[in-house]
T-cell receptor, first 114, second 117 residues
Framework: DADVTQTPRNRITKTGKRIMLECSQT?????MYWYRQDPGLGLRLIYY???????NKGEISDGYSVSRQAQAKFSLSLESAIPNQTALYFC?????????????FGPGTRLTVL | AQKVTQAQTEISVVEKEDVTLDCVYE???????LFWYKQPPSGELVFLIR??????QNEISGRYSWNFQKSTSSFNFTITASQVVDSAVYFC??????????????FGTGTRLTIIP
């Protein structure tokens, strides 16, 4: 079974709808991250969390919110989706106490906002 | 601030040719980590290699090799005898040392590699 899972894997929605993307991990890592990938722009950090009570904005947090419900779960919400939020979204985890910040990625969620 | 540049947006080579993907980075830290990831057409990210700033030894893994040169701030990736299965987008990434509050991974914009049969 995959260590980092994301649901849904694909989602098509309409402008103005509220959308939640979920991430779960069985790696026991404290740190979790949400990225979005756009063609030609690589991966950009949206939010990250170093433990259950810690939430931090990343490079492009506007229009998004997150919830860290438990060590293993980190959800990303789009309160009112807009077309330019169409992208591939990745969740990642890493272990506290390491120095190299190796991150382990989920399979991605492809979101289309019409 | 840290930055990763992959100047090659797209590369196409004929199968069995060698190909090198360039990665240039910027950081103020003396301790940092560099990564390469592969993203095949299916979309997932596949970890390929991690290298720390104190280890400038080149690495070879099968048909893959990596050339790390601190003098030019480069961490280039070479595929020897390319195969169609190597077709993917390749990302280089940088992480500065795990000082509190600074453990973020910065990605380059990726290089799309197409291997022509």
């Amino acid at each position: 079974d995959a260590d980092v899972t994301q649901t849904p894997r694909n989602r098509i929605t309409k402008t103005g709808k509220r959308i939640m993307l979920e991430c779960s991990q069985t790696k026991g890592h404290d740190r979790m991250y949400w990225y979005r990938q756009d063609p030609g722009l690589g991966l950009r950090l949206i939010y990250y969390s170093f433990d259950v009570k810690d939430i931090n904005k990343g490079e492009i947090s506007d229009g998004y919110s997150v919830s860290r419900q438990a060590q293993a779960k980190f959800s990303l919400s789009l309160e009112s989706a807009i077309p330019n939020q169409t992208a591939l979204y990745f969740c990642a985890t890493s272990e506290t106490g390491t120095t190299d910040n190796e991150q382990f990625f989920g399979p991605g969620t492809r979101l289309t906002v019409l | 601030a840290q930055k990763v540049t992959q100047a090659q947006t797209e590369i196409s080579v004929v199968e069995k040719e060698d190909v090198t993907l360039d990665c240039v980075y910027e950081t103020r830290d003396t301790t940092y980590y560099l990564f390469w990831y592969k993203q095949p057409p299916s979309g997932e990210l596949v970890f390929l290699i991690r290298r720390n700033s104190f280890d400038e030894q080149n690495e070879i893994s099968g048909r893959y090799s990596w050339n790390f040169q601190k003098s030019t701030s480069s961490f280039n990736f070479t595929i020897t005898a390319s195969q169609v299965v190597d077709s993917a987008v390749y990302f280089c990434a940088l992480s500065e040392a795990a000082n509190f509050g600074n453990e973020k991974l910065t990605f380059g914009t990726g290089t799309r590699l197409t291997i022509i049969p």
